[in-house]
């Protein structure tokens, strides 16, 4: 599984070019991009989607920049489960907020993925996160479980100190789901990705695939 995530890192780093501002996002697959671009010595600034991810770059002497001044040429991230329609779902790590400030606002966003993540709906295999605050995260539960068929709160505090409740069951509407869980008061943000997605790169066993 490692060299197949690997492999879609290499292929993704193939598209930063030096001088450019990089988004990287977080995860397994993100930690190959980062070690493969920190050998290629090129003149880039990164901006990270998460402190693990600010840290593993800062340790391999990349410049750092943040998204308050900088837009991203190029975004490379993971993700739990891609669909046909090149919709996400994202946070299997809890990255997801900073994942989504920095890869929507990306010029190019490049998804890099192992083909265990290919799926025909959201939901088959893996949890939706959905980042919630500690104030309200009980209340939140409640009216997510009514929506989904199971709601577990992770034992995890997000890089913004909130929690993240992992949402069970097939989703079929991603874009509509997206929008309706960030109109639930108390929700901060939610692993859904159904924008901005330029490139979906995936490490099969019969080699990179991308689509
Ligand atoms: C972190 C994420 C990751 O990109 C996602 O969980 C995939 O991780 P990995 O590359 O380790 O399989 O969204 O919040």
């Not at 966003?109 to 959201?122: M, R, Y």
């Not at 295999?125 to 309200?136: I, Q, S, Y």
């Not at 509509?176 to 008061?185: A, D, Q, R, S």
Request: charged share 35%; proline share 4%; glycine share 8%.
């Amino acid at each position: 599984m490692e060299e197949l995530k690997k492999r879609a890192a290499e292929r993704a780093c193939k598209y930063i070019k030096d001088g450019m501002i990089v988004g990287m996002g977080t995860g397994s697959t993100v930690k190959h991009a980062i070690d493969i671009l920190s050998k290629r010595k090129l003149r880039v600034v990164v901006i990270p989607t998460s402190v693990e991810t600010e840290d593993r770059c800062r340790e391999a002497g990349m410049e750092l920049g943040s998204i308050n001044e900088l837009i991203p040429d190029i975004a490379i991230d993971g993700a739990d489960e891609v669909d046909p329609e090149k919709n996400l779902t994202k946070g299997g790590g809890g990255a997801l907020t900073r994942e989504k400030i920095i890869d929507y606002r990306a010029k190019k966003f490049v998804v890099i993925v192992d083909e265990s993540k290919l799926v025909k709906h959201l939901g088959e295999k893996h949890p939706l996160p959905v980042e919630v605050l500690p104030f309200a995260y009980e209340r939140v539960r409640k009216e997510l479980a009514e929506i989904f068929e199971k709601v577990e709160k992770r034992d995890f505090v997000t890089d913004q100190g909130n929690y993240i409740l992992d949402c069970y069951g097939k989703i079929t509407n991603p874009h509509e789901m997206e929008l309706m869980l960030n109109n639930i008061p108390g929700v901060v943000e939610n692993g859904l990705f159904t924008r901005n997605v330029w490139k979906v790169v995936v490490g099969a066993k019969k080699g990179v695939k991308t689509f």
